[in-house]
């Protein structure tokens, strides 16, 4: 069975100051990791893909298979980057999303 | 363009009621999700639809959940009766197809059983 974990329920960091959420997974074949995001009042979207390789809103994320990780970064926060943040795996079986239970980011001015 | 819509967006209803959420997906998109999303935790996947077909209701508590997507495009998840624990905010997506197409998020229905 798959499992996705963020093992922090909240981040809170200053403005401009790195950022890190982490994200670690079980699965035994080879998934398909997403950073999804949910503003407030806003709907659930998502962020970036690992297969995309892209830096969306300075944040990028690295899928590290040794250690099962999907952690994401941005190196200088800014207080719009408040949000709630879920990691998710795809098993390959057909868009199956499993979710981790979310960290929520607080950036302070 | 609307997004996927859903109706209602909060229901307050009392324990052994009936309820009902609709979905209308977005134009085009094939396969349709619901996902039910208790507080504090992350969505967890109740039914995949790929056009009128459900292939994948593992998760669905079939004793009282029921869905339906007649016609390939809105969606009906109902729950009879409802219980306590049922209180969650229940979110349906779409994408245009299942193979890791992005999945489109509805607003979601708050429902609180009583």
């Known amino acids: 069975a798959q499992r996705v974990t963020q093992p922090e329920k909240l981040l809170s960091v200053f403005k401009g100051a790195p950022v890190e959420l982490k994200c670690n997974y079980s699965?035994?074949?080879?998934?398909?990791l997403f950073w999804y995001v949910q503003y407030s009042r806003q709907r659930l979207q998502l962020l970036l893909r690992?297969?995309s390789r892209e830096s969306i809103k300075g944040f990028t994320a690295d899928l590290n298979k040794g250690e099962t990780s999907f952690h994401l970064k941005k190196p200088f926060a800014q207080e719009e980057d408040s949000a709630m943040y879920y990691c998710?795996?795809?098993?390959?079986?057909?868009?199956?999303?499993?979710f981790g239970g979310g960290t929520r980011l607080m950036v302070k001015p | 363009e609307a997004g996927v819509v859903q109706s209602p967006r909060y229901k307050i209803i009392e324990k052994k009621q009936p309820v009902a959420f609709w979905c209308n997906p977005i134009?085009?998109?094939?396969?349709l999700y619901w996902y039910r999303q208790n507080l504090g935790q992350g969505p967890e996947l109740l039914i995949r639809?790929?056009?009128?077909?459900?292939?994948?209701d593992s998760q669905l508590p079939k004793d009282r959940f029921s869905a339906e997507r007649l016609k390939g495009v809105d969606s009906t998840l109902k729950i009879q009766p409802a219980e306590l624990g049922d209180s969650a905010v229940y979110l349906c997506?779409?994408?245009?197809?299942?193979?890791?197409?992005?999945?489109?998020f509805g607003p979601g229905t708050r429902l609180t059983v009583t």
């Open positions: 639809y790929e056009n009128e077909e459900a292939v994948d």
């Open positions: 699965y035994s074949g080879s998934p398909e």
């Open positions: 690992h297969i």
């Open positions: 134009s085009g998109h094939n396969t």
């Open positions: 998710a795996l795809d098993n390959n079986a057909g868009n199956m999303l499993t």
């Open positions: 997506a779409s994408s245009r197809d299942t193979l890791r197409d992005e999945q489109y």
